[in-house]
């Protein structure tokens, strides 16, 4: 049952960040997705994609998300290892 919860928010994450994928938001619930269900590969490809939209604007809090998406992968890494 847990598993398809899980599949099902992966899904709609996936769907929304192929709408909007500037939207950290959703990177970071598909991420913390992976690491509860300890999918600790794909929590990192979800960071690696995600660090890889950097923000188009110069806008502050854009930044802000996109600098937070890289502390909690080094958090994540820290932890891991």
């Given at each position: 049952m847990e598993?398809?919860?899980?599949?099902?928010?992966?899904e709609f994450?996936?769907?929304e960040?192929?709408?909007?994928?500037f939207n950290y938001d959703y990177w970071f619930d598909l991420a913390r997705l992976e690491?509860?269900?300890?999918?600790n590969d794909k929590a990192r490809e979800v960071y690696a994609q995600a660090?890889?939209?950097?923000?188009?604007?110069?806008?502050?809090?854009d930044w802000?998300?996109?600098i937070y998406l890289w502390l909690n992968w080094a958090t994540f890494e820290e932890l891991q290892n």
């Amino acid at each position: 049952m847990e598993k398809e919860i899980n599949s099902k928010r992966r899904e709609f994450y996936k769907a929304e960040l192929a709408k909007s994928p500037f939207n950290y938001d959703y990177w970071f619930d598909l991420a913390r997705l992976e690491e509860q269900a300890l999918n600790n590969d794909k929590a990192r490809e979800v960071y690696a994609q995600a660090v890889l939209k950097v923000p188009p604007t110069k806008v502050k809090g854009d930044w802000k998300r996109y600098i937070y998406l890289w502390l909690n992968w080094a958090t994540f890494e820290e932890l891991q290892n």
